[in-house]
């Protein structure tokens, strides 16, 4: 069992940068791949980031590539994924999830956090 908590959220203008936090329970968050999500309101939820286990391999939805990073300290039991360049279009409720195999399919992953509004002002 993990249980995820996101921090981080908030208002920011375009253009502008944050960087969203996930704290994990547990002992076992390495043999996690952990990953984030946005959900806008009337949309579904998107995939917006994973990374592997020991951090090795990221990938990224094509809307954020070049201008969000994930990463996560194994030590900490934490993934991080930091926002820059921001435009209106990435305000969203973002989510960070857990799973253990490689995949950037929502219906894969089985641990959810409560999620953290990210508001983009233009």
């Known amino acids: 069992q993990v249980q995820l908590v996101e921090s981080g959220g908030g208002l920011v203008q375009a253009g502008g940068s944050l960087i969203l936090s996930c704290a994990a329970s547990g002992r076992t968050f390495s043999m996690y791949v952990m990953g984030w999500f946005r959900q806008a309101p009337g949309k579904e939820r998107d995939f917006v980031a994973a990374i592997a286990w020991n951090g090795d391999s990221t990938y990224y939805a094509d809307s954020v590539k070049g201008r969000f990073t994930i990463s996560r300290d194994n030590a900490k039991n934490t993934v991080y994924l930091q926002l820059n360049s921001l435009k209106p279009e990435d305000t969203a409720v973002y989510y960070c999830?857990?799973?253990?195999?490689?995949?950037?399919?929502?219906?894969?992953?089985?641990?959810w956090g409560q999620g953290t509004q990210v508001t983009v002002s233009s």
């Open positions: 999830a857990a799973t253990r195999r490689w995949t950037i399919r929502y219906d894969d992953y089985n641990y």
